[in-house]
């Protein structure tokens, strides 16, 4: 089993910036390929950024060059730097831990096993 935890989400102006953390127990997690995902009102949850324990690296066009996905494995935490926010970046973003070892990391949710509770993330004009 594994134990998700997500922090950092709030209400920012457009053009702010965010940290998410999340905080994962229960398995060795340097091993894990790790997941942000995020889901606005009545639309399909989506992949932002992914990176798996070989820094194999995924953003979506979304949000390339304005978020960072990173991870640090003493602290068994990955974090979402989330810079020039923009209205449509407003979500519930959740981290999710695929354990499967894959040569490129996944952009799809059905292939994570475990979810955090997820964070609202709002972002004002």
């Known amino acids: 089993q594994v134990q998700l935890v997500e922090s950092g989400g709030g209400l920012v102006q457009a053009g702010g910036s965010l940290r998410l953390s999340c905080a994962a127990s229960g398995r060795t997690f340097s091993s894990f390929a790790m997941g942000w995902f995020r889901q606005a009102s009545g639309k399909e949850r989506e992949c932002v950024a992914a990176?798996?324990?070989?820094?194999?690296?995924y953003y979506s066009d979304s949000v390339k060059g304005r978020f960072t996905i990173s991870r640090d494995n003493a602290k068994n935490t990955v974090y979402l730097q989330m810079n020039s926010l923009k209205p449509e970046d407003t979500a519930v973003y959740y981290c999710a831990a695929d354990l499967r070892p894959r040569g490129l990391v996944s952009r799809w949710a059905y292939e994570y096993d475990y979810w955090g509770q997820g964070t609202q993330v709002t972002v004002s004009s």
């Open positions: 990176q798996n324990f070989g820094l194999n690296t």
